[in-house]
């Protein structure tokens, strides 16, 4: 099990720090365990979907180390490391840019944590969060190193050695205050601004255990100390007059909360676990914050949090985010109800009896489908797209062509999921399943072998593989152990695992995923594709269901629900859910959604059937739960100027996914615009796209 830092090491710098340091921010096997047995039964019928691992065997695949190894930054480690998680700026390079841990950005930088409440600045094609140094708590002695602590589900925690001193940032997600721990260090607080005043004063020294900073910006930080601090000011910097051993809090005020912060400022978040349950149709996520000092904490819910918070108590204080509108809770304990997809193999409604025939003949014209590409996501989009057409003839009762089909799939897949000779190796160095050779080139590949996109690549390959498996339980159980560790790369549910990160891609707290794995960003993460994420939980929910596993099955299901609720609320835009604001909600759609901004792009081109398909494909049975009405609606006149514009030409194959959106709407018209389409995209067919409009709404 990853440990980063363990508290202990700092007791070597001096033994008085070894009643003094405070506990460490949080451990990896937080992220997917609670207290008690996990397996105990609820006496209420909710099952544990994190407690255990898919499998703990190690993957029977050759293995390889990766040319990128991790940096000092990452400290002290073992085992499998997280290569997407929200924080991962921290560790990558200088570890110098923006992590946005909402409703702060932080800069975790040599000698300090600098931390900015971001103004956001916009236009037609992008809106994005400005850092700006409002205010940094570092200290007195030099740093000589800064490592991850820390991490957990919610929270990773950056420490600063010292001789003799040292200070620790505990970041979790949905704080309200900016926290650092010292250890015998001696507290300097900075700004890039001026200030204007302190407790209303405008020279030292200042003596107490709250201070409020007024700044030249308008804005006023409250800092809250854990034991009497005497603060001198030259110019823009406060300096403390003797080391501290406790804490030093900052919380901007926006305006008239004052007494709120007061109220919560003793209770520190250290960390937070996540557990997950489900029972039926509907899933129990709690987030637990681990917290030291008196009260509840005050934590800050994001809007898609407060769509299915249970009874948590509010607090009358909001921040403005790149995400919308961030209102207070005060509780260690957040529960969430979140209903779960019922949607399975098919639509949930039959084919159109009068358009079945031309279905029907369409399969029997792609029947023979093979897969071309010899990289994991074309290839992935490529035999999906002929589980589909599996899928299909099962449907229209053509047992025939769906096993002549099944047995092409796994003719295909052979080579990708063998054990030893497979085009998949597993790394060593980080702990994950990348293509043979991908490690060692960070543009194969788009990246995949430094950890983009993996539940896009793998979300494909679990499909084909539950669609193949649905036809053919042999084939699961012969190959299960194979496909399980695609599902364990991508959705490791719990640290027991010690071959794979724990949800290499999923943010809890976020409700999405990332996408961009070991690269450097200035906007921090980012994720493009949110269709594909959702096919990347379905798939894993149906592996579930063929291989008759109904924890996986859930588990894809929460995984799927959460995705689906934070994508309609931070991917599409509809007049009344608008959270960026015109011009750029002019285009109804989110291309590129990153932590510190969103981009009405693609990272392989401008075209509006880009940017708008690439957050739709693939066409599946769940893409009725992701593409509403309601939104495409407003939606499609947008996307709809791909097809009169002149140059360049629409190419065929993204032709094929605007009819597809179209036919939300109007079926009919659709149906006479797909009969007409002459070329489809690697992961579509002419079946799957009438297939789709068949079974329309009507």
Same mark, same amino acid.
């Given at each position: 099990?990853?440990?980063? !830092?363990?508290?202990?090491?700092? $007791?070597? #710098?001096?033994?008085? !720090?070894?009643?003094?340091?405070?506990?460490?921010?949080?451990?990896?096997?937080?992220?997917?365990?609670?207290?008690?047995?996990?397996?105990?039964?609820?006496?209420?019928?909710?099952?544990?979907?994190?407690?255990?691992?898919?499998?703990?065997?190690?993957?029977?695949?050759?293995?390889?180390?990766?040319?990128?190894? +991790?940096?000092?930054?990452?400290?002290?480690?073992?085992?499998?490391?997280?290569?997407?998680?929200?924080?991962?700026?921290?560790?990558?390079?200088?570890?110098?840019?923006?992590?946005?841990?909402? +409703?702060?950005?932080?800069?975790?930088?040599?000698?300090?944590?600098?931390?900015?409440?971001?103004?956001?600045?916009?236009?037609?094609?992008?809106?994005?969060?400005?850092?700006?140094?409002?205010?940094?708590?570092?200290?007195?002695?030099?740093?000589?190193?800064?490592?991850?602590?820390?991490?957990?589900?919610?929270?990773?925690?950056?420490?600063?050695?010292?001789?003799?001193? &040292?200070?620790?940032?505990?970041?979790?997600?949905?704080?309200?205050?900016?926290?650092?721990?010292?250890?015998?260090?001696?507290?300097?607080?900075?700004?890039?601004?001026? =200030?204007?005043?302190?407790?209303?004063?405008?020279?030292?020294?200042?003596?107490?255990?709250?201070?409020?900073?007024?700044?030249?910006?308008?804005? /006023?930080?409250? $800092?809250?100390?854990?034991?009497? $601090?005497? #603060?001198?000011?030259?110019?823009?910097? #406060?300096?403390?007059?003797?080391?501290?051993?406790?804490?030093?809090?900052?919380?901007?005020?926006?305006?008239?909360?004052?007494?709120?912060?007061?109220?919560?400022? &003793?209770?520190?978040?250290?960390?937070?676990?996540?557990?997950?349950?489900?029972?039926?149709?509907?899933?129990?996520?709690?987030?637990?914050?681990?917290?030291?000092?008196?009260?509840?904490?005050? @934590?800050?819910?994001?809007?898609?949090?407060?769509?299915?918070?249970?009874? &948590?108590?509010?607090?009358?204080?909001?921040?403005? /985010?790149?995400?919308?509108? @961030?209102?207070?809770?005060?509780? &260690?304990?957040?529960?969430? $109800?979140?209903?779960?997809?019922?949607?399975?193999?098919?639509?949930?409604? %039959? =084919?159109?009896?009068?358009?079945?025939?031309?279905?029907?003949?369409?399969?029997?014209?792609?029947?023979?489908?093979?897969?071309?590409?010899?990289?994991?996501?074309?290839?992935?989009?490529?035999?999906?797209?002929?589980?589909?057409?599996?899928?299909?003839?099962?449907?229209?009762?053509?047992?025939?062509?769906?096993?002549?089909?099944?047995?092409?799939?796994?003719?295909? !897949?052979?080579?990708?999921?063998? %054990?030893?000779?497979?085009?998949?190796?597993?790394?060593?160095?980080?702990?994950?399943?990348?293509?043979?050779?991908?490690?060692?080139?960070?543009?194969?590949?788009?990246?995949?072998?430094?950890?983009?996109?993996?539940?896009?690549?793998?979300?494909?390959?679990?499909?084909?593989?539950?669609?193949?498996?649905?036809?053919?339980?042999?084939?699961?159980?012969?190959?299960?152990?194979?496909?399980?560790?695609?599902?364990?790369?991508?959705?490791?549910?719990?640290?027991?695992?010690?071959?794979?990160?724990? @949800?290499?891609?999923?943010?809890?707290?976020?409700?999405?995923?990332?996408?961009?794995?070991?690269?450097?960003?200035?906007?921090?993460?980012?994720?493009?594709?949110?269709?594909?994420?959702?096919?990347?939980?379905?798939?894993?929910?149906?592996?579930?269901?063929?291989?008759?596993?109904?924890?996986?099955?859930?588990?894809?299901?929460? #995984?799927?629900?959460?995705?689906?609720?934070?994508?309609?609320?931070?991917?599409?835009?509809?007049?009344?859910?608008? *959270?960026?604001?015109?011009?750029?909600?002019?285009?109804?759609?989110?291309?590129?959604?990153?932590?510190?901004?969103?981009?009405?792009?693609?990272?392989?081109?401008?075209?509006?059937?880009?940017?708008?398909?690439?957050?739709?494909?693939?066409?599946?049975?769940?893409?009725?739960?992701?593409?509403? +009405?309601?939104?495409?609606?407003?939606?499609?006149?947008?996307?709809?100027?791909? *097809?009169?514009?002149?140059?360049?030409?629409?190419?065929?194959?993204?032709?094929?996914?605007?009819?597809?959106?179209?036919?939300?709407?109007?079926?009919?018209?659709?149906?006479?615009?797909?009969?007409?389409?002459?070329?489809?995209?690697?992961?579509?067919?002419?079946?799957?796209?009438?297939?789709?409009?068949?079974?329309?709404?009507?």
């Amino acid at each position: 099990m990853p440990r980063l !830092l363990p508290c202990a090491f700092l $007791l070597a #710098l001096a033994p008085a !720090l070894a009643t003094t340091l405070p506990a460490c921010g949080g451990d990896p096997g937080d992220a997917g365990a609670d207290a008690g047995d996990p397996d105990a039964g609820d006496p209420d019928g909710w099952h544990d979907l994190l407690a255990t691992p898919i499998a703990t065997t190690a993957p029977a695949l050759r293995t390889a180390p990766h040319a990128l190894t +991790p940096t000092p930054l990452w400290g002290d480690h073992d085992g499998a490391l997280p290569t997407n998680s929200w924080w991962l700026d921290l560790v990558l390079g200088a570890g110098d840019n923006p992590v946005s841990v909402l +409703p702060y950005l932080v800069k975790a930088l040599p000698d300090r944590l600098s931390v900015c409440l971001p103004a956001r600045v916009g236009t037609a094609t992008f809106v994005a969060s400005t850092f700006l140094d409002n205010l940094s708590l570092g200290a007195v002695e030099p740093m000589a190193s800064r490592a991850l602590a820390g991490y957990d589900a919610l929270s990773a925690t950056m420490r600063w050695q010292g001789a003799g001193a &040292a200070m620790d940032a505990p970041l979790v997600r949905g704080m309200a205050y900016a926290t650092m721990r010292y250890a015998a260090a001696t507290p300097r607080i900075t700004t890039q601004h001026a =200030i204007v005043s302190v407790n209303g004063a405008t020279d030292g020294p200042f003596v107490g255990a709250r201070f409020e900073v007024a700044l030249n910006n308008g804005q /006023t930080w409250i $800092l809250y100390a854990s034991t009497e $601090l005497t #603060l001198d000011r030259a110019g823009d910097t #406060l300096t403390a007059r003797a080391p501290l051993t406790g804490s030093l809090r900052a919380a901007l005020d926006p305006g008239g909360a004052a007494a709120i912060l007061d109220d919560h400022a &003793a209770a520190i978040p250290t960390g937070g676990a996540v557990r997950a349950e489900a029972r039926g149709d509907q899933a129990r996520i709690t987030f637990a914050w681990q917290t030291e000092g008196d009260g509840a904490p005050l @934590m800050l819910a994001l809007p898609h949090h407060r769509d299915v918070l249970d009874g &948590a108590p509010a607090a009358a204080i909001a921040y403005p /985010t790149i995400k919308g509108e @961030m209102t207070g809770v005060a509780a &260690a304990t957040w529960t969430m $109800l979140e209903p779960l997809p019922t949607i399975t193999w098919t639509a949930p409604r %039959p =084919i159109d009896p009068a358009r079945q025939p031309a279905v029907v003949a369409a399969l029997q014209a792609d029947r023979d489908l093979t897969p071309v590409a010899a990289d994991p996501y074309f290839f992935g989009k490529q035999v999906a797209a002929m589980g589909r057409l599996a899928l299909i003839a099962d449907e229209v009762d053509d047992a025939a062509t769906a096993t002549a089909i099944r047995g092409r799939m796994d003719a295909a !897949l052979a080579p990708w999921l063998a %054990p030893d000779t497979a085009r998949l190796v597993y790394d060593t160095t980080w702990g994950g399943v990348v293509a043979d050779g991908a490690q060692l080139d960070p543009g194969a590949a788009f990246g995949q072998g430094y950890y983009n996109d993996h539940h896009f690549h793998y979300g494909y390959f679990l499909y084909a593989a539950a669609a193949l498996a649905h036809g053919d339980p042999a084939w699961a159980a012969a190959h299960r152990d194979a496909v399980d560790t695609l599902a364990r790369d991508i959705a490791n549910p719990s640290a027991q695992d010690p071959w794979f990160a724990v @949800m290499r891609n999923k943010d809890w707290f976020a409700g999405h995923s990332w996408a961009a794995g070991l690269f450097e960003f200035g906007d921090s993460r980012n994720q493009e594709s949110s269709s594909e994420a959702i096919n990347a939980w379905y798939g894993l929910a149906l592996w579930g269901l063929a291989s008759d596993d109904a924890r996986l099955y859930d588990l894809g299901r929460t #995984l799927l629900a959460t995705e689906l609720r934070s994508v309609q609320a931070y991917w599409q835009i509809t007049s009344d859910h608008d *959270l960026y604001g015109p011009p750029f909600s002019e285009h109804k759609v989110v291309g590129v959604l990153w932590a510190t901004k969103v981009d009405y792009a693609t990272f392989f081109g401008g075209n509006v059937e880009y940017i708008h398909g690439i957050q739709m494909l693939p066409f599946t049975p769940i893409s009725e739960a992701l593409l509403r +009405p309601a939104w495409i609606s407003e939606e499609y006149p947008v996307l709809a100027t791909a *097809l009169t514009r002149p140059e360049p030409a629409l190419a065929e194959a993204w032709r094929g996914y605007v009819v597809m959106a179209h036919a939300i709407l109007d079926p009919d018209a659709a149906w006479t615009e797909a009969t007409a389409l002459t070329g489809f995209d690697d992961g579509n067919t002419a079946t799957n796209t009438l297939y789709w409009i068949a079974t329309r709404p009507r």
